[in-house]
Nanobody
Framework: QVQLVESGGGLVQAGGSLRLSCAAS????????RAWFRQSPGKEREFVAR????????YYADSVKGRFTISRDNAKNTVYLQMNSLKPEDTAVYYC???????????WGQGTQVTVSS
């Protein structure tokens, strides 16, 4: 069974940057879209950003637009989330997801914690 493995989370001060990575356990694994979601304590999981694998089109939540960038490396079958100008409200567990549509995601990673201190 294919697994998505996130890495790159950690503790950073407000205004700082982090880059998250999401690698698929099988290099031949392909889906139409890959995305990042996040969940803070007591809140529902929310969409952050997505990229369609074939054409590289991207889409962002308004809360991260202009600060976060999603990208992909076809050869490594890896998706990245570059997070700049981080804010305390960005603190959450970040999850990578993959799916055959942009609205239904079948595969999920285990999550990586991002903590932004003020």
């Amino acid at each position: 069974q294919v697994q998505l493995v996130e890495s790159g989370g950690g503790l950073v001060q407000a205004g700082g940057s982090l880059r998250l990575s999401c690698a698929a356990s099988e290099r031949t694994f392909r889906t139409y879209a890959r995305a990042w979601f996040r969940q803070s304590p007591g809140k529902e999981r929310e969409f952050v950003a997505r990229i369609t694998w074939g054409d590289g089109n991207t889409y962002y939540a308004d809360s991260v637009k202009g600060r976060f960038t999603i990208s992909r490396d076809n050869a490594k079958n890896t998706v990245y989330l570059q997070m700049n100008s981080l804010k305390p409200e960005d603190t959450a567990v970040y999850y990578c997801a993959a799916g055959m549509t942009t609205s239904i995601y079948t595969y999920w990673g285990q999550g990586t914690q991002v903590t932004v201190s003020s």
